[in-house]
């Protein structure tokens, strides 16, 4: 994504330290299982934690024979000989058979929800998928709108897509689109939302021209919750404003790189995208949240959780944690900036039952990682005074959670994108790549970010306290993609993420890979750290999103932005399955 590389951090947070530091030496944990939280408390190395408890893990987890590294950075996908793929809903195609509406473009983060219980439940099902982004190019033909008409186009191609899918013996077992259940659905830029949590009523949203909220847009990873919801997050929603006629950014939209000049010319022709006109003075402010759908409910309103906080959300990871909280991991995907975690107030059953919503109601927090392999969550409160120097109200502080982590420290970070929960109770979380790093004027090296610059990225895990609701971790690095070049688990710029209930790590790339190869689908065994290249995906295509369904014998992974002489040349979602049946990744 074109604006993913603007460094807007210049507040004057430093790491502790600009060293290397040793401590983050690529452990290999071994083990897995419930967390030991005596030793937690007891300050014990986290590898040495996670070892004294033998999980699960180990022996056989990748039964599959790796992608070679020789022969990669074709036009066609290449997968592990055990597996077939098959290429779905490509953008523009229709998203149920006689429907007009169409799949979006820019294909990314996804959710596969059953239809059905039991075992129908792993053939037909709903597949929600984020549409990212379209280039101007690939839209319109043209690097800028001519008119209304283009921008509308484009403004309808982002968002979100819906299908219903079916597996059946007819068609050789493939996946198709189906509309039995009619619930297929398109949510675009234009689609009405509603607002919810703290910042919902605020001035902070309203326009003198229209109060009617509209639309999401950079729909990038996503989330879903226990209540069977999808979550969708906004990540460069910047890159759509731009400004007509004179208009200088405040410093809280320069710290969201909100500029003048805009990536795709919707402000030339739509009042809402243009900065410099007042009666759309905070319609900026409607955008960077992480919104809630129902996809069963074709009728239901997205809702956007302010209680979330507003940055470039690249995804969250949602994970139960002590008494029934829910807990979310969320990355802001920019040069030197941060990760969040929310906590909801209380046991999600009981909230619900008391028809509050647990995305509503609950505490933010900032990561600060410590040089010495310790961190902590420090919550984004008005009622710390940090805050409350620069800041008046809560809503101002979700508003701005950015400027509200710069006043307390947090640890600017190289680039936060997907997290997930394994099942050795760790979170992982990719760092994607930071070729700032150590520039003049940014920070440089520390133990969580230990190479300056840092072109290739790496991901990072920790052991929260307390189930996921305490105020301390410990963390390590788990790999530096630049430890696998020249080897065959050669990868960078990890993005996409996920943690089987097995202990299998699917990574996703985004960005320049070495030794030959496009972006690519890797796994790797959390409990011994080996990686296998399961899929590679085409010339100038990312491979990102992943769903499955709940017998895992199915994945769905996208290619977005493959080249147009690629084989598929559009972006699409790729069905992958073993041919013998089994787990996907097994
Ligand atoms: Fe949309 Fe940070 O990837
Ligand atoms: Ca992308
Ligand atoms: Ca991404
Ligand atoms: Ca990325």
Redesign the pocket.
């Known amino acids: 994504?074109i604006d993913?590389d603007i460094t807007s951090n210049d507040s004057t947070n430093r790491p502790f330290h600009d060293v290397l530091n040793t401590y983050a030496s690529r452990r290999r944990l071994v083990g897995g299982g419930a967390l030991a939280i005596a030793g937690f408390l007891a300050g014990e190395p986290l590898d040495a934690i996670a070892g004294g408890l033998q999980g699960n893990g180990g022996a056989g987890l990748m039964n599959f024979t790796p992608v070679p590294l020789a022969g990669g950075g074709g036009g066609t996908p290449r997968i592990a000989p055990e597996y077939t793929y098959d290429v779905l809903i490509p953008y523009g195609s229709p998203i149920a058979p006689n429907k007009f509406e169409v799949v979006g473009i820019g294909h990314?983060g996804m959710w596969y929800c059953p239809i059905g219980h039991g075992i129908s439940g792993n053939s037909h099902g709903l597949l929600i998928l984020n549409n990212?982004y379209g280039d101007n190019i690939v839209l319109l033909g043209k690097n800028t709108p001519s008119n209304l008409d283009d921008v509308r186009h484009s403004q309808y191609m982002h968002g979100v897509t819906i299908v219903e899918i079916q597996r059946t013996g007819k068609g050789n077992g493939k996946w198709r689109t189906t509309g039995r259940h009619g619930l297929a659905r398109r949510i675009h830029v234009n689609t009405p939302v509603t607002f919810s949590g703290p910042v919902a009523g605020s001035p902070l949203l309203q326009n003198t021209a229209s109060n009617a909220y509209l639309g999401t847009v950079?729909n990038?990873?996503n989330g879903h919750t226990p209540w069977g919801t999808y979550l969708t997050c906004e990540?460069?929603f910047n890159a759509y404003f731009g400004a007509r006629s004179t208009w200088t950014p405040n410093a809280m939209q320069r710290r969201y790189g909100i500029a003048a000049a805009s990536s795709y010319g919707w402000h030339l022709f739509d009042d809402r995208f243009d900065l410099s006109n007042p009666d759309y003075a905070n319609e900026a402010n409607r955008f960077g949240w992480i919104v809630e759908i129902d996809p069963t409910r074709p009728h239901s309103q997205p809702v956007k959780r302010t209680a979330l906080g507003r940055f470039?959300h690249?995804g969250i990871a949602i994970v139960e944690g002590r008494d029934g909280r829910i807990v979310g991991y969320m990355?802001d995907?920019e040069r030197f900036d941060y990760i969040y975690k929310f906590v909801s107030a209380d046991n999600w059953r009981v909230m619900r039952a008391r028809g509050l919503d647990p995305l509503d109601h609950g505490r933010l927090y900032v990561a600060r990682f410590n040089d010495d392999g310790t961190g902590e969550w420090i919550e984004l409160t008005i009622d710390n005074p940090l805050i409350a120097a620069e800041f008046d109200t809560q809503a101002e502080v979700l508003t701005y959670a950015r400027r509200a982590g710069d006043l307390v420290g947090a640890t600017p970070m190289d680039?936060p994108?997907w997290a997930t929960v394994a099942p050795n109770g760790l979170v992982y979380c990719t760092l994607?790549n930071n070729s700032n790093r150590g520039r003049s004027g940014v920070p440089g090296a520390t133990a969580s970010n230990p190479q300056a610059p840092n072109p290739d990225g790496h991901i990072i895990r920790w052991l929260d306290s307390d189930q996921h609701v305490g105020l301390t971790f410990r963390w390590e690095i788990f790999v530096l993609a630049s430890d696998t070049h020249g080897t065959e688990a050669s990868f960078a710029s990890p993005?996409g993420l996920w943690a089987d209930p097995d202990g299998r790590l699917f990574i996703q790339t985004?960005g320049a890979q070495h030794d030959g190869l496009n972006d690519q689908m890797l796994v790797a065994d959390i409990y011994t750290g080996e990686i296998r290249r399961l899929f590679e995906g085409v010339w100038g295509a990312e491979v990102?999103g992943l769903a499955v369904t709940p017998d895992r014998k199915t994945m769905f992974v996208n290619l977005q932005h493959p080249d147009p002489t690629a084989t598929p040349g559009r972006d699409s979602t790729i069905v992958i399955m073993r041919r013998d049946g089994g787990v996907v990744g097994s």
């Open positions: 994504m993913d990314d990212e950079n990038c990873a990540e460069n470039k690249e990355g995907d680039r994108e994607t993005d985004d990102t």
